[in-house]
């Protein structure tokens, strides 16, 4: 019999729709029920490609027992953190508090007040190395709540208290200056990995952000240091297992610090950021691994993640079923064995594509296999060769059992996926990822904005979820269509981020210039979230920045700029003490000591030198530089839509670009050459 999920639309909630617990989403329904029968909540929280939360599912809630266990003695609420990112975020924190560390799946105990008083992660069928037992738990928890009533409220109403008192007050912080950016670097440098890339031990995870931060201050100040270590890191990861070197892709983070075994999971989210990562090291160095890695990625969006209403989907799943054993495991579908590659390529190209790709007798991951790498020391492969081994392989690969794929439509990731697509397609001159960046942020419209611009957080198979976007959807959205409106000259794109960012203005952003998570009138949880931290994707908070920033530069709104500034109090704050936890902060920081330069390019539609000036304008390295293209004099027609091209005019009839910054413009320009050093950054 199908619990209350059945009807749900996120693929994390369906997956748990016939397990025996009878499983209530976040709703006030099920609150109401815990207060009139008298018991507690237990909430699972966790997401559809994460390895630990299927385990927890298949031990204990998949278990008769169990299920009868918590239906009789809780209300039980299933969350998923990707739609719920605000109750994700209130109950992390209060479990990072009390337990010194977080993770999914994760689990909380509360009062029909949404009152948090045990909280932990994963627990296991038997108690295992420290652990207590899931049934142990769940006794333990009804044991005090009978027994200690009064104990279980006054704990539950001082976490409550001591939430309350972690609301974050950096807009007076002041706006960072080129010595806190040189703190943020020097901290960097301290925790880097020489030897590997990245940053810091195991696990190691792709740092996106501090490396866009990386590039921009190397294109800023001219250090070397800064472009090395972003260089360095890159290609480590692309040489590592980390990076599907069949298919293209990035897994969510490495097990090892070397980069060689994966947690197998593929995010939307991390693969459009580096995706925008390794073009701007392609756009900043000319690296051929750069360029690869960059179209290899945004070609596994396209082929691998792209639903059927033109959006992307949230992630590919860890595990996938064991052909031999009929078992899910991670890593079944991404690694091989030297007898498999002879099985698919005969004994030659086999054995050769074993020292390619570092496959060895002993393996890298598991039970003998190995995770595909590229090693330095690997044997020189004929490029056709190579072609035709990868192309056999991928074939082979594609007849075993694919990983599950999460098909919800996230706003936020979306978003970055835009963005990362409709450059990558605009520096290689491949317009079909710039349709598809477009078709993307036309499903965006479509589906997930109303008629008051405001949006909703994710969708699936066309039709809207009922959960409000949060602070990260309108930031990341936002900047979605600002690179797109750069890189298409349609203005219309740049209209539907000023009606995002405006909407941060109105409902997100404090009266000291602090941001939060949610909107003024969402729904109360014991703690309105707000995380100005960078960890696997942007925060909402610089997110949102960074779109204000850009957003001004775009039209001289002098209330985005301020509000930009305002915010970025917390890189000021932070950025010295914790860059590794701040990097897109600091990218916008970058940002906003460079100028943002604004660069106008008029011209005839149809005249190729009108395009090339464009993608030269593009190809800029100063840090989020904005470009608006379009008819000159912007008095009518598409490019009325740019303030920027207003009362522009052409210089001898010939397409002309004009680049400004902290009002000051550079000479107008017909040639290509003298716009390129206008736009680099470093001595001009």
């Not at 009804?142 to 009533?149: D, E, F, S, T, Y």
């Not at 579908?333 to 698919?344: D, F, G, I, K, N």
């Not at 192309?391 to 706003?411: N, Q, S, Y």
Request: glycine share 10%.
């Amino acid at each position: 019999m199908p619990n209350r999920l059945a009807n749900e639309t996120s693929p994390y909630l369906l997956q748990h729709a016939d397990n025996p617990v009878d499983w209530w989403p976040w709703s006030p329904e099920a609150f109401a029920e815990a207060r009139e029968r008298g018991v507690p909540v237990h909430l699972s929280v966790g997401y559809s490609s994460c390895h630990w939360c299927h385990v927890l599912a298949g031990e204990s809630f998949e278990d008769e027992l169990t299920a009868a266990y918590m239906n009789e003695h809780f209300v039980n609420i299933k969350v998923d953190r990707e739609e719920r990112p605000d109750v994700d975020a209130v109950y992390m924190e209060a479990v990072q508090a009390a337990t010194g560390q977080g993770g999914w799946p994760m689990t909380v105990f509360m009062t029909a007040d949404a009152e948090p008083f045990y909280f932990g992660t994963y627990f296991p069928p038997e108690p295992r190395q420290g652990m207590p037992s899931f049934m142990q738990v769940l006794e333990g928890v009804r044991a005090a709540w009978v027994g200690r009533p009064d104990e279980v409220a006054e704990v539950a109403q001082r976490i409550v208290r001591d939430l309350a008192g972690r609301e974050l007050d950096y807009g007076k912080a002041g706006t960072p200056g080129p010595e806190e950016l040189a703190e943020a670097l020097l901290g960097l440098t301290r925790e880097y990995d020489a030897a590997h890339g990245g940053f810091g031990g195991a696990p190691k995870f792709p740092p996106s952000m501090a490396l866009e931060f990386l590039l921009r201050h190397h294109a800023r100040t001219g250090s070397e240091g800064a472009l090395q270590m972003a260089a360095d890191t890159c290609e480590a990861m692309a040489r590592g297992g980390i990076y599907d070197q069949l298919g293209g892709g990035f897994a969510r983070y490495s097990v090892d610090r070397g980069w060689v075994v994966p947690h197998f999971e593929k995010m939307l989210y991390d693969n459009a950021l580096l995706c925008r990562v390794y073009a701007h090291l392609w756009r900043a160095t000319g690296s051929d691994l750069a360029r690869r890695v960059a179209l290899e990625t945004a070609d596994f969006m396209v082929r691998e993640l792209r639903t059927d209403q033109g959006g992307f989907a949230s992630a590919l799943d860890a595990d996938s079923e064991d052909p031999l054993t009929g078992e899910h495991v991670e890593g079944a579908y991404y690694s091989w064995t030297p007898a498999q590659l002879r099985e698919v390529l005969g004994e030659a190209d086999g054995d050769l594509a074993a020292g390619y790709f570092g496959v060895t007798e002993e393996g890298t991951f598991e039970h003998g296999t190995s995770v595909l790498q590229l090693p330095q020391d690997g044997p020189a492969v004929e490029a056709g060769r190579l072609a035709g081994i990868t192309e056999r392989l991928l074939a082979a690969r594609g007849r075993r059992p694919a990983p599950g794929r999460d098909d919800k439509i996230v706003a936020a990731w979306n978003g970055l996926a835009i963005a990362a697509l409709a450059e990558c397609g605009a520096y290689f001159e491949r317009p079909d990822l710039v349709e598809r960046a477009t078709e993307a942020a036309d499903l965006l419209v479509r589906v997930h904005m109303d008629g008051r611009a405001r949006l909703s957080r994710t969708s699936k198979d066309g039709q809207v979820g009922t959960n409000d976007g949060v602070l990260e959807d309108y930031g990341d959205v936002a900047e979605g269509f600002l690179a797109l409106a750069s890189v298409t000259g349609e203005g219309v794109w740049l209209e539907f981020a000023g009606f995002l960012v405006d909407l941060v203005l109105d409902r997100f952003t404090a009266e000291d210039g602090s941001l939060y998570d949610t909107a003024h009138d969402a729904e109360k949880l014991i703690r309105r979230p707000q995380d100005p931290t960078d960890t696997a994707a942007p925060s909402g908070w610089t997110a949102a920045a960074g779109a204000l920033l850009s957003y001004a530069a775009h039209t001289g709104s002098q209330a985005h700029r301020t509000a930009a500034e305002r915010a970025l109090g917390v890189v000021h704050a932070l950025g010295p003490r914790v860059p590794r936890y701040i990097g897109h902060g600091l990218s916008v920081a970058e940002a906003l000591l460079d100028g943002p330069r604004e660069v106008a390019v008029v011209g005839h539609p149809e005249d190729p030198a009108l395009a090339l000036l464009h993608r030269t304008a593009l190809l800029g390295t100063a840090p989020g530089a904005v470009v608006a293209a379009g008819l000159a004099g912007a008095t009518d027609g598409g490019g009325a839509e740019f303030p920027l091209l207003a009362e522009r005019t052409l210089v001898d009839d010939l397409p002309t670009a004009y680049v400004c910054r902290h009002f000051v413009c550079a000479r107008p320009t017909t040639d290509p050459a003298e716009l390129a050093e206008q736009v680099g950054a470093v001595g001009s």
